[in-house]
């Protein structure tokens, strides 16, 4: 099983990038999956999740400006960002709960986010 992750860059404050993490492989299900990130120089934080059955739950710092949605079939879940700010500014990181069938965590590579001023 692999993760991959899309879809980061450079945008201005207030705009918008939508990532997107894939798994790839055969015999798998996912259930919990979450959005990270970590800035230069800070420890990597928790930025959304999204359970097997779609409860999601949100930074405080986020809360209203990203989304976070799954779509079973693609097998991929997406992150929405508006409103971005420089402080979101980080290399963005994919983490799943995969059964395949043993449970345990996958990891994406990380995509840089970088919004300016």
């Known amino acids: 099983v692999q993760l991959q992750a899309f879809g980061g860059g450079l945008v201005r404050a207030g705009g918008s990038l939508r990532l997107s993490c894939a798994a790839s492989?055969?015999?798998?299900?996912?259930?919990?999956v979450g959005w990270y990130r970590q800035a230069p120089g800070k420890q990597r934080e928790l930025v959304a999740a999204i359970t097997s059955d779609g409860n999601t739950n949100y930074a405080h710092s986020v809360k209203g400006r990203f989304t976070i949605s799954r779509d079973n079939a693609k097998k991929t879940v997406d992150l929405q960002m508006n409103s971005l700010e420089p402080e979101d500014t980080a290399v963005y990181y994919c983490?799943?709960?995969?059964?395949?069938?043993?449970?345990?965590?996958?990891w994406g590579q990380g995509t840089l986010v970088t919004v300016s001023s």
């Open positions: 983490s799943a709960l995969i059964s395949s069938p043993y449970v345990r965590t996958y």
């Open positions: 492989g055969s015999g798998f299900s996912i259930k919990g």
